[in-house]
């Protein structure tokens, strides 16, 4: 069964450094989108991709962050200049065609020190 | 700003017994909800869709209250393998997801 894969597992930065989060979506999906969860805390929605752009991000998602999709596969989150509050899970999903489900990744567990 | 509220539990219950929790959501416009579970540490994992009144599969049965503004999830014959947080979902505007914060579900042996 395909799965939603996400790189790395687990990713530790200093303060200040620009992190890359990486996602495969399964094959034949076509939107996208980025949720983080702060542990002990609820899943939060940070943003949405369809069709090579921004559909939708939440208040969470500003300047510091940003997506891309720079080739057929890949799915990428950037958070520039990490602060220690951006510490924590984030799962990328998507969503096929016809339907509203989304299916989540293992997600990335960042560790901002 | 939409909401959804769950009761964060925990709920502890025997083997084999039946659990039901409820969500509330505050998208009086809202059309689209999911259960999802989730293990600690791990991904949401889709339980159920509910798009109309309810959804049943197996041992777990959704339903839905439109005036009342609430979701329940009823569990028959709890097993082990079902103790996970329950996430109550609201599909915001067929667009993004927003989460509840969980209902604690531990099924003791």
């Known amino acids: 069964e395909p799965e939603v894969t996400q790189t790395p597992s687990h990713q530790v930065t200093q303060m200040g450094q620009e992190v890359i989060l990486r996602c495969v979506p399964i094959?034949?999906?076509?939107?996208f989108y980025w949720y983080r969860q702060i542990l002990g805390q609820k899943v939060e929605f940070l943003v949405s991709?369809?069709?090579?752009?921004?559909?939708?991000k939440s208040e969470i998602f500003d300047d510091q962050f940003s997506v891309e999709r720079p080739d057929g596969s890949n799915f990428t989150l950037k958070i520039r200049s990490t602060k220690l509050e951006d510490s924590a899970m984030y799962f990328c999903?998507?969503?096929?065609?016809?339907?509203?489900?989304?299916?989540f990744g293992p997600g990335t567990r960042l560790t901002v020190t | 700003r939409k909401e959804v509220e769950q009761d964060p539990g925990p709920f502890n219950v025997p083997e084999g017994a039946t659990v039901a929790f409820n969500c509330t959501y505050s998208n009086s416009a809202s059309q689209s909800f999911f259960w999802y579970r989730q293990d600690c540490r791990k991904e949401p994992k889709l339980l159920m869709s509910v798009y109309s009144s309810g959804n049943e599969d197996g041992r777990f049965t959704a339903q839905l209250n439109r005036a009342s503004q609430y979701i329940s999830l009823l569990i028959r014959d709890s097993k082990l393998s079902d103790s996970a947080t329950y996430l109550c979902v609201d599909l915001n505007y067929g667009q993004n997801f927003v989460f509840g914060p969980g209902t604690r579900l531990s099924v003791l042996p």
């Open positions: 999903a998507s969503t096929p065609v016809g339907t509203y489900e989304q299916y």
């Open positions: 094959s034949n999906h076509l939107y």
């Open positions: 991709f369809y069709n090579n752009e921004i559909s939708e």
